[in-house]
């Protein structure tokens, strides 16, 4: 299977920076995206960022321009660059890998344990 180990959390200031990293283990041919979400309690996982194999990136509208992907397939990682963090950003963040399985190409998601992040002045 797949096992995703994320480092990064933490408490910061407003309009501090975080940067949030995960590490792909595992069986790993087929994977296509990476990337992270968050989710505040009580509310769905919600996509922050994500980045295709072929390094195509997409964001959410709420961190474009503040939050950057980064992804080095040799080393099966993502990387999530936070800057001018918010109170709103307040969250626990989740790395997420997709694997394309089999000639029917299915989609399996796998998860990370996911990482606190707080921003509070």
């Known amino acids: 299977q797949v096992q995703l180990v994320e480092s990064g959390g933490g408490l910061v200031q407003p309009g501090e920076s975080l940067t949030l990293s995960c590490t792909a283990s595992g069986r790993l041919v087929g994977v296509r995206d990476m990337g992270w979400y968050r989710q505040v309690q009580g509310n769905q996982r919600e996509l922050v960022a994500t980045?295709?194999?072929?390094?195509?990136?997409q964001y959410s509208d709420s961190v474009k321009g503040r939050f950057t992907i980064s992804r080095d397939n040799a080393k099966n990682m993502v990387t999530l660059q936070m800057n001018n963090l918010r109170p709103e950003d307040t969250a626990v963040y989740f790395c997420?890998?997709?694997?394309?399985?089999?000639?029917?190409?299915?989609?399996?998601?796998?998860w990370g344990q996911g990482t606190q992040v707080t921003v509070s002045a």
């Open positions: 980045m295709t194999r072929a390094g195509t990136p």
């Open positions: 997420n890998l997709v694997k394309i399985v089999g000639p029917e190409e299915y989609e399996y998601d796998y």
